[in-house]
């Protein structure tokens, strides 16, 4: 049996909303990745380590062992599993998500402008298929394929809410917490594809080999995620 674990969260919201999870397994890193340049951040527990990555990278330091566990948004894990080694594109991967932390809470939606006017959207000038833009390029794919409509997918890498406000795009697929953000750009919801949260993702190696270490974090984490 192993006696150390690697956890994989990413800076911001997620690491921010994960701090009382980690609290409650008597987990507190001795530094903040606000006030540090460092990647690997040790915690009060000699066997338990940080490391700090992208968002969209915490699934793979986890399936490929670099992490054992990490908390990673169902978004990410949606679009991941698609690409994923060994993923097939319907949810089956190389690691476990054992349990739904109920953080980083919010919406994966289509929006589009609130006021379309007639032959604003040049849908006609892109062969009548409406024009997508998103970061979530396989979750669109497959939510549009799965309503039968056809439309052309456009990659971007963040600030979605423009694209429909400048013509680059009639629609976006985004995600939603407040609505804030739609508001401010003038756009609205115009169909819901999922809800979102964070889940608890271990690689499978390690679920068996840290099992003793790994088991009691999950039983805890369901209890307290049970209680909320
Ligand atoms: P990066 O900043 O590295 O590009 P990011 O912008 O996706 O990544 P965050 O904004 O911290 O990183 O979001 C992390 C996760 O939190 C997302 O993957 C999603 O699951 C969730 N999330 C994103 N936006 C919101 C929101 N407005 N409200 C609640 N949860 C959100
Ligand atoms: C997310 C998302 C939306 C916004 C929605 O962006 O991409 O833009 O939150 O939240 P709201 O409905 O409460 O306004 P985020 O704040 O993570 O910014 P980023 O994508 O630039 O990191």
Known sequence: MSSNI???ISKGRIFKDALPLLAALDIYPVEAPETTRKLILETNRPDVKIIIV???DVPTYVEYGA????IAGKD???E???NASGGNGLGGYGLYEPLDLKIAQCKMVVAEPEKVEPGETGNREHGGRKRVAT???NIARNYFASQG???EIIKLYGSMELAPVLGLADQIVDLVDTGNTLK???LVVVETITDISSRLIVNKAAMKMKNNLIKPMIEKLTELVEEK
Request: no cysteine.
């Open 80 to 82: 991941y599993s698609v």
């Open 67 to 70: 992490a054992d566990i990490g």
């Open 149 to 151: 409509k056809q439309v």
């Open 135 to 137: 970061k979530y390029v």
């Open 6 to 8: 690697t956890i994989a």
């Open 76 to 78: 990410v894990l949606l």
């Open 54 to 56: 992208r968002t969209t």
């Open 184 to 186: 401010a750009n003038g």
